[in-house]
T-cell receptor, first 114, second 111 residues
Framework: DAGVIQSPRHEVTEMGQEVTLRCKPI?????LFWYRQTMMRGLELLIY????????DSGMPEDRFSAKMPNASFSTLKIQPSEPRDSAVYFCASSPGPPSYEQYFGPGTRLTVT | RKEVEQDPGPFNVPEGATVAFNCTYS??????FFWYRQDCRKEPKLLMSVYSSGNEDGRFTAQLNRASQYISLLIRDSKLSDSATYLCVVRPSTGGFKTIFGAGTRLFVKA
């Protein structure tokens, strides 16, 4: 069975440009999470969805960030406009939900904003 | 105080050694606990869930101490391939599916 799929794996863009990150969760999982990881701040939860509905977006840094989950097999994280401080690795994870709350991560998207 | 705290290490141990990591959490009502492993430039991967009764998987043993609010991970007979960062993860009961990741403990196993 395929794991969580993310694209692109690497993204280099200039400040001010729009960036869209994509995620396909594991089939049958009903929760999806977006994380950001940097050396300074570690792994931070940005937002998570349950049954395609955003449940907690308190980790989204500011209005430049938005996330959608139009169906059970696809989610996007968009940054517009991007800034150099957005440079990080962005992970998507999915979970089957209760009773198991285990999360399975995708390979991540390494974003560099110059 | 951070919600989940870990000793960042690094722990440098020889092959064959036994090493233990602790992790403390601040929310006494937390319900689910996990250890994840992250290799350099890779995604975190689930190592094991931690149950109230403790659990063991081969060379790895995880324990939960609710009274003192900490979980532990013991690795016996360390292998070079165990070198990684170990992340402690806690799910607060009031957080739904939300989980809190610790900053991780670096382990280096040397020949």
């Amino acid at each position: 069975d395929a794991g969580v799929i993310q694209s692109p794996r690497h993204e280099v863009t200039e400040m001010g440009q729009e960036v869209t990150l994509r995620c396909k969760p594991i089939s049958g999982h009903n929760s999806l999470f977006w994380y950001r990881q940097t050396m300074m701040r570690g792994l931070e939860l940005l937002i998570y969805f349950n049954n395609n509905v955003p449940i907690d977006d308190s980790g989204m840094p500011e209005d430049r960030f938005s996330a959608k989950m139009p169906n059970a097999s696809f989610s996007t994280l968009k940054i517009q406009p991007s800034e150099p401080r957005d440079s990080a690795v962005y992970f998507c994870a999915s979970s089957p939900g209760p009773p198991s709350y285990e999360q399975y991560f995708g390979p991540g998207t390494r974003l560099t904003v110059t | 105080r951070k919600e989940v705290e870990q000793d960042p290490g690094p722990f440098n141990v020889p092959e064959g050694a036994t090493v233990a990591f602790n992790c403390t959490y601040s929310n006494s009502a937390s319900q689910s606990f996990f250890w994840y492993r992250q290799d350099c430039r890779k995604e975190p991967k689930l190592l094991m869930s931690v149950y109230s009764s403790g659990n063991e998987d081969g060379r790895f043993t995880a324990q939960l101490n609710r009274a003192s609010q900490y979980i532990s991970l013991l690795i016996r007979d360390s292998k070079l391939s165990d070198s990684a960062t170990y992340l402690c993860v806690v799910r607060p009961s009031t957080g739904g599916f939300k989980t809190i990741f610790g900053a991780g403990t670096r382990l280096f196993v040397k020949a």
